[in-house]
Protein backbone atom coordinates (compact mmCIF):
# COMPACT_ATOMS: atom_id res chain seq x y z
CA UNK A 1 0.00 0.00 0.00
CA UNK A 2 1.07 3.38 -0.97
CA UNK A 3 2.44 5.74 1.98
CA UNK A 4 1.32 9.03 2.42
CA UNK A 5 2.26 10.96 5.18
CA UNK A 6 -0.24 13.92 6.34
CA UNK A 7 0.63 16.71 8.06
CA UNK A 8 -1.78 18.50 8.34
CA UNK A 9 -3.76 16.20 11.00
CA UNK A 10 -3.50 19.24 13.47
CA UNK A 11 -2.83 22.94 13.15
CA UNK A 12 0.51 22.27 14.54
CA UNK A 13 1.66 19.50 12.63
CA UNK A 14 0.99 22.09 9.10
CA UNK A 15 3.20 25.07 11.29
CA UNK A 16 5.35 22.39 11.54
CA UNK A 17 5.94 22.11 7.79
CA UNK A 18 5.70 25.42 6.68
CA UNK A 19 8.54 25.94 8.99
CA UNK A 20 10.85 23.33 8.06
CA UNK A 21 10.36 23.50 4.38
CA UNK A 22 11.17 27.28 4.77
CA UNK A 23 13.82 26.70 7.11
CA UNK A 24 16.09 24.68 3.99
CA UNK A 25 14.22 26.04 1.10
CA UNK A 26 17.23 27.16 -0.25
CA UNK A 27 19.39 24.17 -0.08
CA UNK A 28 17.49 22.77 -2.46
CA UNK A 29 17.34 24.39 -6.55
CA UNK A 30 14.30 23.48 -8.27
CA UNK A 31 14.33 23.02 -11.67
CA UNK A 32 11.50 22.20 -14.91
CA UNK A 33 12.10 19.39 -16.55
CA UNK A 34 9.66 17.07 -18.75
CA UNK A 35 8.64 13.54 -20.33
CA UNK A 36 6.29 12.85 -23.16
CA UNK A 37 4.80 10.01 -23.81
CA UNK A 38 3.38 10.58 -27.36
CA UNK A 39 -0.43 10.29 -28.37
CA UNK A 40 -2.56 7.50 -26.43
CA UNK A 41 0.81 7.18 -24.53
CA UNK A 42 2.56 5.21 -27.19
CA UNK A 43 5.68 5.29 -25.41
CA UNK A 44 7.15 4.43 -21.86
CA UNK A 45 9.77 7.00 -20.73
CA UNK A 46 12.60 5.83 -18.47
CA UNK A 47 14.23 8.51 -16.41
CA UNK A 48 16.81 8.93 -14.18
CA UNK A 49 16.38 11.28 -11.02
CA UNK A 50 19.96 12.64 -11.77
CA UNK A 51 20.49 12.63 -15.82
CA UNK A 52 17.04 12.98 -17.08
CA UNK A 53 15.16 11.19 -19.69
CA UNK A 54 17.13 7.82 -20.37
CA UNK A 55 15.19 6.40 -23.22
CA UNK A 56 11.97 6.03 -24.83
CA UNK A 57 10.47 2.61 -26.12
CA UNK A 58 7.02 1.31 -28.09
CA UNK A 59 5.16 0.21 -25.47
CA UNK A 60 3.08 -2.07 -27.84
CA UNK A 61 5.81 -3.91 -28.47
CA UNK A 62 5.94 -6.94 -26.47
CA UNK A 63 3.10 -9.12 -24.76
CA UNK A 64 5.42 -11.01 -21.64
CA UNK A 65 8.61 -9.87 -20.08
CA UNK A 66 11.20 -12.42 -18.32
CA UNK A 67 13.09 -10.59 -15.33
CA UNK A 68 16.78 -11.63 -15.58
CA UNK A 69 17.77 -12.29 -12.45
CA UNK A 70 19.11 -15.55 -12.09
CA UNK A 71 17.16 -16.07 -8.48
CA UNK A 72 13.77 -14.79 -9.76
CA UNK A 73 11.01 -16.86 -11.24
CA UNK A 74 9.10 -13.63 -11.91
CA UNK A 75 7.21 -13.55 -15.70
CA UNK A 76 5.27 -10.17 -16.10
CA UNK A 77 2.74 -9.28 -18.58
CA UNK A 78 2.22 -6.08 -20.53
CA UNK A 79 -0.63 -5.70 -18.96
CA UNK A 80 -1.06 -1.61 -19.78
CA UNK A 81 -2.12 -2.83 -23.33
CA UNK A 82 -4.55 -4.66 -23.84
CA UNK A 83 -2.67 -8.15 -22.84
CA UNK A 84 -4.95 -10.33 -20.56
CA UNK A 85 -3.81 -13.52 -18.65
CA UNK A 86 -5.92 -16.67 -17.36
CA UNK A 87 -4.21 -19.90 -15.78
CA UNK A 88 -6.09 -22.43 -17.43
CA UNK A 89 -8.72 -24.03 -14.67
CA UNK A 90 -9.84 -27.16 -16.35
CA UNK A 91 -6.39 -29.08 -16.36
CA UNK A 92 -2.35 -29.19 -15.34
CA UNK A 93 0.02 -29.32 -18.29
CA UNK A 94 -1.61 -32.85 -18.96
CA UNK A 95 -4.75 -30.96 -20.71
CA UNK A 96 -2.24 -28.91 -23.05
CA UNK A 97 -3.57 -30.59 -26.19
CA UNK A 98 -7.25 -30.01 -25.63
CA UNK A 99 -7.24 -26.88 -24.17
CA UNK A 100 -11.09 -25.90 -23.98
CA UNK A 101 -12.12 -21.98 -23.37
CA UNK A 102 -15.63 -22.10 -22.59
CA UNK A 103 -16.32 -19.59 -19.84
CA UNK A 104 -13.26 -17.65 -20.83
CA UNK A 105 -14.59 -14.44 -19.21
CA UNK A 106 -15.77 -15.83 -15.81
CA UNK A 107 -12.23 -17.23 -15.53
CA UNK A 108 -9.92 -14.79 -12.70
CA UNK A 109 -7.85 -12.39 -14.71
CA UNK A 110 -4.10 -12.43 -13.20
CA UNK A 111 -2.37 -9.24 -13.23
CA UNK A 112 1.31 -7.99 -12.04
CA UNK A 113 1.29 -7.13 -8.45
CA UNK A 114 1.44 -3.46 -7.97
CA UNK A 115 3.67 -3.23 -5.35
CA UNK A 116 6.06 -5.92 -6.40
CA UNK A 117 8.50 -7.03 -9.68
CA UNK A 118 8.86 -10.50 -8.50
CA UNK A 119 5.50 -10.77 -8.06
CA UNK A 120 4.39 -11.05 -11.65
CA UNK A 121 1.03 -11.89 -13.27
CA UNK A 122 2.62 -15.63 -13.68
CA UNK A 123 3.25 -15.68 -9.80
CA UNK A 124 -0.17 -14.74 -8.74
CA UNK A 125 -1.15 -18.08 -7.59
CA UNK A 126 2.33 -19.00 -5.57
CA UNK A 127 1.80 -21.03 -2.69
CA UNK A 128 4.97 -19.87 -1.55
CA UNK A 129 8.37 -21.97 -1.65
CA UNK A 130 8.58 -24.63 -3.40
CA UNK A 131 5.07 -23.50 -5.27
CA UNK A 132 5.97 -20.31 -7.47
CA UNK A 133 2.49 -20.10 -9.41
CA UNK A 134 3.48 -21.06 -12.69
CA UNK A 135 6.36 -23.96 -11.82
CA UNK A 136 7.40 -26.05 -9.05
CA UNK A 137 10.99 -25.93 -7.39
CA UNK A 138 13.14 -28.93 -8.01
CA UNK A 139 15.11 -29.13 -4.99
CA UNK A 140 17.45 -31.84 -6.88
CA UNK A 141 18.32 -29.29 -10.24
CA UNK A 142 17.52 -26.21 -9.01
CA UNK A 143 15.13 -26.10 -11.94
CA UNK A 144 11.37 -24.52 -11.85
CA UNK A 145 9.36 -27.06 -13.47
CA UNK A 146 5.86 -25.61 -15.12
CA UNK A 147 3.12 -27.45 -13.72
CA UNK A 148 0.18 -24.95 -15.44
CA UNK A 149 -1.03 -24.06 -18.57
CA UNK A 150 -2.17 -20.24 -19.81
CA UNK A 151 -4.81 -18.52 -21.45
CA UNK A 152 -3.11 -14.96 -23.39
CA UNK A 153 -4.72 -12.44 -25.09
CA UNK A 154 -2.52 -10.41 -26.75
CA UNK A 155 -1.77 -7.04 -28.33
CA UNK A 156 -4.08 -7.07 -30.98
CA UNK A 157 -6.93 -9.38 -30.16
CA UNK A 158 -5.62 -12.99 -30.79
CA UNK A 159 -5.20 -15.40 -28.62
CA UNK A 160 -3.07 -18.28 -27.76
CA UNK A 161 -2.57 -21.24 -25.38
CA UNK A 162 1.15 -21.04 -23.01
CA UNK A 163 3.34 -23.32 -21.20
CA UNK A 164 6.13 -22.03 -19.13
CA UNK A 165 7.45 -25.29 -19.29
CA UNK A 166 10.87 -25.22 -17.10
CA UNK A 167 13.80 -22.37 -16.09
CA UNK A 168 17.09 -23.84 -15.86
CA UNK A 169 18.82 -22.02 -13.02
CA UNK A 170 21.70 -22.60 -12.91
CA UNK A 171 22.02 -21.58 -16.97
CA UNK A 172 19.42 -18.66 -16.35
CA UNK A 173 17.24 -19.91 -19.33
CA UNK A 174 13.58 -20.54 -19.86
CA UNK A 175 11.79 -23.02 -21.90
CA UNK A 176 8.26 -22.52 -23.12
CA UNK A 177 5.72 -23.33 -25.90
CA UNK A 178 2.68 -21.49 -27.20
CA UNK A 179 0.33 -22.17 -29.82
CA UNK A 180 -3.17 -20.98 -31.09
CA UNK A 181 -6.54 -22.37 -29.20
CA UNK A 182 -6.33 -25.54 -31.52
CA UNK A 183 -3.04 -26.44 -31.66
CA UNK A 184 -1.62 -24.81 -34.85
CA UNK A 185 1.19 -22.59 -35.09
CA UNK A 186 3.27 -24.48 -31.72
CA UNK A 187 6.11 -22.82 -31.15
CA UNK A 188 8.84 -23.99 -28.69
CA UNK A 189 11.57 -21.20 -27.18
CA UNK A 190 14.69 -21.42 -25.16
CA UNK A 191 14.86 -17.98 -24.12
CA UNK A 192 18.52 -16.64 -22.68
CA UNK A 193 18.11 -14.29 -19.77
CA UNK A 194 21.96 -13.99 -19.89
CA UNK A 195 21.85 -11.79 -22.78
CA UNK A 196 19.94 -9.18 -21.18
CA UNK A 197 21.73 -9.71 -17.50
CA UNK A 198 22.22 -5.68 -17.85
CA UNK A 199 18.44 -4.54 -17.95
CA UNK A 200 15.75 -5.32 -14.96
CA UNK A 201 13.74 -7.42 -17.68
CA UNK A 202 13.30 -8.71 -21.37
CA UNK A 203 10.30 -8.77 -23.63
CA UNK A 204 9.08 -11.48 -26.00
CA UNK A 205 6.29 -11.12 -28.38
CA UNK A 206 4.09 -13.79 -28.97
CA UNK A 207 3.14 -12.27 -32.39
CA UNK A 208 6.33 -12.05 -33.79
CA UNK A 209 7.54 -14.82 -31.67
CA UNK A 210 10.67 -12.88 -31.06
CA UNK A 211 12.27 -11.22 -28.32
CA UNK A 212 12.19 -7.63 -27.21
CA UNK A 213 14.94 -5.31 -25.65
CA UNK A 214 13.11 -2.66 -24.50
CA UNK A 215 14.22 -1.42 -21.01
CA UNK A 216 17.50 0.63 -20.24
CA UNK A 217 20.45 -0.93 -18.58
CA UNK A 218 18.99 -1.25 -15.12
CA UNK A 219 22.06 0.79 -13.37
CA UNK A 220 21.31 3.99 -15.22
CA UNK A 221 17.29 4.33 -14.20
CA UNK A 222 14.83 4.97 -11.30
CA UNK A 223 11.70 5.67 -12.33
CA UNK A 224 9.71 5.09 -15.54
CA UNK A 225 6.29 6.87 -17.04
CA UNK A 226 4.04 4.21 -18.39
CA UNK A 227 0.57 2.51 -18.07
CA UNK A 228 -0.03 0.06 -16.61
CA UNK A 229 -3.04 -1.93 -14.45
CA UNK A 230 -3.53 -0.88 -10.98
CA UNK A 231 -5.88 -1.37 -8.55
CA UNK A 232 -9.19 1.23 -8.13
CA UNK A 233 -10.36 1.82 -4.33
CA UNK A 234 -13.26 -0.83 -5.31
CA UNK A 235 -10.85 -3.28 -5.58
CA UNK A 236 -11.55 -3.22 -9.46
CA UNK A 237 -8.26 -3.74 -11.80
CA UNK A 238 -8.30 -0.60 -14.03
CA UNK A 239 -5.07 0.65 -16.60
CA UNK A 240 -3.64 3.60 -15.69
CA UNK A 241 -0.77 6.11 -16.68
CA UNK A 242 1.44 6.82 -14.14
CA UNK A 243 5.10 6.12 -12.69
CA UNK A 244 6.91 2.90 -11.80
CA UNK A 245 10.31 3.01 -9.33
CA UNK A 246 12.92 0.69 -10.40
CA UNK A 247 13.68 -1.69 -7.80
CA UNK A 248 15.59 -0.54 -5.41
CA UNK A 249 14.81 3.30 -5.66
CA UNK A 250 12.90 4.34 -2.55
CA UNK A 251 9.98 7.02 -2.41
CA UNK A 252 8.06 9.31 0.22
CA UNK A 253 5.21 11.35 -0.48
CA UNK A 254 3.73 14.57 1.61
CA UNK A 255 0.22 15.43 1.27
CA UNK A 256 -0.75 17.99 2.50
CA UNK A 257 1.86 20.44 2.39
CA UNK A 258 3.26 23.47 0.79
CA UNK A 259 5.21 23.18 -2.21
CA UNK A 260 8.01 24.71 -0.77
CA UNK A 261 8.14 21.96 1.94
CA UNK A 262 11.77 20.01 2.00
CA UNK A 263 12.15 18.16 5.31
CA UNK A 264 12.45 14.29 3.56
CA UNK A 265 13.39 12.82 6.98
CA UNK A 266 10.31 12.40 8.36
CA UNK A 267 8.72 8.78 8.29
CA UNK A 268 9.73 5.61 6.56
CA UNK A 269 10.83 5.08 2.92
CA UNK A 270 8.37 3.28 0.41
CA UNK A 271 10.10 0.68 -1.94
CA UNK A 272 7.19 -0.46 -3.73
CA UNK A 273 6.93 -0.56 -7.26
CA UNK A 274 4.27 1.52 -7.69
CA UNK A 275 5.25 4.27 -4.73
CA UNK A 276 4.42 7.36 -6.45
CA UNK A 277 1.89 5.93 -8.84
CA UNK A 278 -0.63 7.75 -10.69
CA UNK A 279 -2.63 9.83 -8.03
CA UNK A 280 -0.32 12.75 -8.39
CA UNK A 281 -3.35 14.18 -11.09
CA UNK A 282 -6.57 13.66 -11.12
CA UNK A 283 -9.52 14.42 -13.92
CA UNK A 284 -12.80 16.53 -13.62
CA UNK A 285 -16.55 16.19 -15.18
CA UNK A 286 -15.17 17.92 -18.27
CA UNK A 287 -12.11 15.34 -18.66
CA UNK A 288 -9.57 18.14 -17.90
CA UNK A 289 -6.46 16.82 -16.10
CA UNK A 290 -5.60 18.59 -12.91
CA UNK A 291 -1.96 18.19 -10.71
CA UNK A 292 -3.32 17.08 -7.33
CA UNK A 293 -2.63 19.99 -5.06
CA UNK A 294 0.22 20.45 -1.97
CA UNK A 295 1.68 17.26 -2.70
CA UNK A 296 5.94 17.03 -2.74
CA UNK A 297 7.64 13.48 -3.45
CA UNK A 298 11.30 12.89 -2.60
CA UNK A 299 13.18 10.35 -4.44
CA UNK A 300 16.06 8.21 -3.24
CA UNK A 301 17.78 7.18 -6.24
CA UNK A 302 19.57 3.81 -7.35
CA UNK A 303 23.05 5.73 -6.65
CA UNK A 304 21.79 7.32 -2.82
CA UNK A 305 21.02 10.61 -3.80
CA UNK A 306 17.67 11.94 -2.75
CA UNK A 307 15.71 14.19 -4.85
CA UNK A 308 12.71 16.12 -4.78
CA UNK A 309 9.97 16.17 -7.21
CA UNK A 310 6.99 18.39 -7.76
CA UNK A 311 4.28 17.57 -10.39
CA UNK A 312 3.09 20.68 -12.29
CA UNK A 313 0.99 19.60 -15.31
CA UNK A 314 -0.32 16.75 -17.26
CA UNK A 315 -1.87 17.11 -20.80
CA UNK A 316 -3.38 13.53 -20.59
CA UNK A 317 -3.60 11.40 -24.23
CA UNK A 318 -2.95 13.95 -26.55
CA UNK A 319 0.57 14.31 -26.21
CA UNK A 320 1.52 12.14 -22.86
CA UNK A 321 3.26 14.87 -21.43
CA UNK A 322 4.00 15.64 -18.11
CA UNK A 323 5.85 18.93 -16.71
CA UNK A 324 7.52 18.55 -13.59
CA UNK A 325 10.38 20.34 -11.19
CA UNK A 326 12.83 18.55 -9.48
CA UNK A 327 16.01 19.53 -7.32
CA UNK A 328 18.77 17.39 -5.25
CA UNK A 329 18.11 17.16 -1.39
CA UNK A 330 20.93 15.12 -0.29
CA UNK A 331 23.21 12.99 -1.68
CA UNK A 332 26.88 13.93 -3.22
CA UNK A 333 27.64 17.23 -4.42
CA UNK A 334 24.55 19.01 -3.10
CA UNK A 335 25.15 22.11 -4.10
CA UNK A 336 26.16 21.51 -7.87
CA UNK A 337 27.86 23.59 -10.02
CA UNK A 338 26.17 27.21 -9.70
CA UNK A 339 24.44 28.62 -12.58
CA UNK A 340 26.47 31.89 -13.98
CA UNK A 341 23.41 34.00 -13.44
CA UNK A 342 19.35 32.77 -11.94
CA UNK A 343 16.89 33.16 -14.62
CA UNK A 344 12.89 33.34 -14.38
CA UNK A 345 10.94 32.24 -17.07
CA UNK A 346 6.89 32.02 -16.72
CA UNK A 347 4.51 31.18 -17.40
CA UNK A 348 5.73 27.52 -18.23
CA UNK A 349 3.42 25.74 -19.62
CA UNK A 350 2.72 28.99 -21.80
CA UNK A 351 0.70 29.30 -24.61
CA UNK A 352 0.71 32.96 -25.24
CA UNK A 353 4.06 34.60 -24.65
CA UNK A 354 6.78 33.92 -22.01
CA UNK A 355 8.30 36.33 -19.74
CA UNK A 356 12.07 35.94 -19.04
CA UNK A 357 14.39 37.91 -16.31
CA UNK A 358 17.29 37.80 -14.65
CA UNK A 359 20.08 38.77 -12.10
CA UNK A 360 22.78 39.49 -14.47
CA UNK A 361 25.06 42.04 -13.16
CA UNK A 362 26.47 43.23 -16.14
CA UNK A 363 24.51 45.73 -18.26
CA UNK A 364 26.02 44.33 -21.42
CA UNK A 365 22.99 42.87 -23.35
CA UNK A 366 22.08 38.96 -23.25
CA UNK A 367 20.74 37.20 -26.67
CA UNK A 368 17.50 35.17 -26.08
CA UNK A 369 17.02 32.46 -28.30
CA UNK A 370 14.35 29.63 -28.19
CA UNK A 371 15.23 26.58 -29.82
CA UNK A 372 12.95 22.96 -30.73
CA UNK A 373 14.24 19.80 -30.01
CA UNK A 374 15.62 19.27 -33.32
CA UNK A 375 18.28 22.21 -32.03
CA UNK A 376 16.38 24.22 -34.77
CA UNK A 377 16.34 28.25 -33.57
CA UNK A 378 12.80 29.48 -34.11
CA UNK A 379 12.72 32.67 -31.78
CA UNK A 380 15.52 34.92 -30.83
CA UNK A 381 15.71 38.48 -29.02
CA UNK A 382 18.18 40.84 -26.73
CA UNK A 383 17.64 40.49 -23.19
CA UNK A 384 18.62 44.64 -22.69
CA UNK A 385 18.43 44.84 -18.45
CA UNK A 386 18.72 41.18 -16.55
CA UNK A 387 16.75 43.26 -13.87
CA UNK A 388 14.05 43.91 -15.64
CA UNK A 389 11.05 41.46 -17.34
CA UNK A 390 11.61 41.26 -20.85
CA UNK A 391 8.66 39.49 -23.10
CA UNK A 392 8.77 36.76 -25.98
CA UNK A 393 5.93 36.50 -28.08
CA UNK A 394 5.05 32.54 -28.81
CA UNK A 395 1.77 32.48 -29.99
CA UNK A 396 2.39 31.46 -33.50
CA UNK A 397 4.97 28.43 -32.42
CA UNK A 398 3.43 24.66 -32.27
CA UNK A 399 2.40 23.13 -28.95
CA UNK A 400 5.60 21.57 -27.60
CA UNK A 401 8.94 21.06 -25.86
CA UNK A 402 11.62 23.79 -26.44
CA UNK A 403 14.85 24.97 -24.85
CA UNK A 404 15.20 28.54 -24.27
CA UNK A 405 18.59 29.90 -23.78
CA UNK A 406 20.19 33.33 -22.41
CA UNK A 407 23.74 34.24 -23.29
CA UNK A 408 25.80 36.78 -22.54
CA UNK A 409 29.46 37.96 -21.23
CA UNK A 410 28.53 36.71 -18.05
CA UNK A 411 27.85 32.86 -19.53
CA UNK A 412 25.17 30.86 -21.01
CA UNK A 413 21.86 29.30 -19.12
CA UNK A 414 19.21 27.14 -20.51
CA UNK A 415 15.82 25.65 -19.33
CA UNK A 416 13.21 23.37 -20.69
CA UNK A 417 9.60 25.62 -21.55
CA UNK A 418 6.51 24.03 -22.60
CA UNK A 419 4.23 25.81 -24.91
CA UNK A 420 0.76 23.78 -24.24
CA UNK A 421 -2.45 25.05 -25.96
Same mark, same amino acid.
Given at each position: ?199 ? %??? *? ?6 ? +?????? !? =????? $? ?85 ? %??? *? ?6 ? +?????? !? =????? $? ?87
Amino acid at each position: MKKIYSLAMTGLGLLSALVSGLSVNAQIVMKTDSVAMGQYYANEVYYSMKNGEISQYARNSWDIAFRTRIMSSSIITNDGTSVVLWTYPKSDTSGWASVDTSGLYTWTRMYNDVNDWENGAFSRNAKGHPDYGWGVYNDQTHDLLGDSVFIIKLRDGSFRKLWIQRKNSVNNKYFFRFANLDGSGQTDITFNCNDYNTKE %FAG *FSLETSLP +VDYQPE !K =ATWDI $VFTKYMSIQPNGTPYAVTGILNNDGVRTKNFHPVPLNYNDFGRGAWDSTRSSIGWEWKYVDTNYVYHITDSSVYFVKSTNGDILKLV %FSH *FTGSSTGL +VVFETG !K =AAGQG $VAGKKDAFAVIVYPNPASEQIHISSDRTSSDPAVVGLYDLSGRLVKQQLLINGKEENTMEISGLNSGIYLIRISSSEGTVAQKVIISR
